[in-house]
């Protein structure tokens, strides 16, 4: 699905989103940098066959990706990287606290162990990746005439992370699962899920000047998408949880 000049949906299942490939994937946005392109997260990797016709037919192919970068080490955000990957040569990043996991494939570390038997199949596995490059906050990651800057964000997960640039002439945030349409926020019981820093986070990116929110789930918006931030925000200064966001089982 083309977005905007430069932007496009080529990974979304149905489950919470556009059901576009994998019924469990999240959002994966292609960034065309005019020099390669720029995958933001990855899906589950189930049914690649899916991902591929969606970006073929834009007329790129898996070989024209650089980079992923990846917010957070989930399943369905983080497991199509390594085919990618191999299929590529493409450099693939993920905050610098998540990335061993991600590639050792920790099922443990990054939570896969306990859905495994419920929204994931009982045999899925987390593959391993070559090499998975360590983001630190606030590192810079550019391809061709697109400069993405990612954010620490802890909360969701360990060091879950947002990226955010100008593409198209518009500030742009690739959210994750940090915050969705309307200021949904998701917040599971797993260990590494934190409140506090979560609403720190919500309350910095809050600062920065952003107009489309490309959420992780669900549906994007191109315009006033710093009210989604600010409707999370306005819940945790009043001392509660925002709405969790709302899918299928
Ligand atoms: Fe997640």
């Known amino acids: 699905m083309k977005i905007t000049e430069h932007i496009y949906l080529v990974g979304s299942g149905s489950r919470w989103g556009f059901g576009l490939t994998n019924e469990i994937d999240c959002n994966v946005f292609l ?3 005019g020099d390669g392109c720029i995958l933001i997260d990855s899906g589950t990797g189930l049914e690649p066959e899916k991902m591929d016709a969606v970006i073929e037919s834009h007329g790129f ?17 983080a497991c199509g990287a390594s085919r990618i990957q191999k299929e590529s040569g493409c450099t693939v990043y993920a905050p610098a606290l998540e990335a061993e996991a991600i590639q050792e494939g920790d ?32 590192q810079n990651v550019t391809y061709g005439n697109v400069t993405l800057t990612c954010y620490h964000c802890p909360g969701h997960s360990l060091q879950d992370m947002v990226v955010f640039g100008e593409i198209d002439g518009r500030n742009c945030l690739f959210s994750g699962d940090f915050v969705f349409a309307h200021g949904q926020v998701l917040i599971q019981p797993l260990a590494d899920v934190t409140l506090k820093p979560y ?14 929110v490309f959420p992780g789930h669900g549906v994007f918006c ?22 969790q966001l709302y899918y299928f089982t």
């Open 31 to 33: 960034i065309d940098t």
């Open 61 to 77: 192919t898996v070989k024209d990706i650089r980079a992923v970068i990846l917010t957070h080490y989930h399943a369905d955000h």
């Open 107 to 138: 099922e443990d570390v990054t939570s896969l162990a306990l859905a495994k038997g419920g929204l994931y199949p009982l045999d899925f596995v987390y593959p391993k990746s070559e090499q998975v490059v360590k983001v630190e906050d606030g």
């Open 199 to 212: 609403a720190d986070a919500m309350q910095r990116i809050a600062g920065l000047p952003i107009e489309a």
């Open 222 to 243: 191109l315009e006033n998408g710093i009210q989604y931030v600010q409707a999370a925000l306005a819940k945790f200064q009043s001392g509660l949880i925002p709405q």
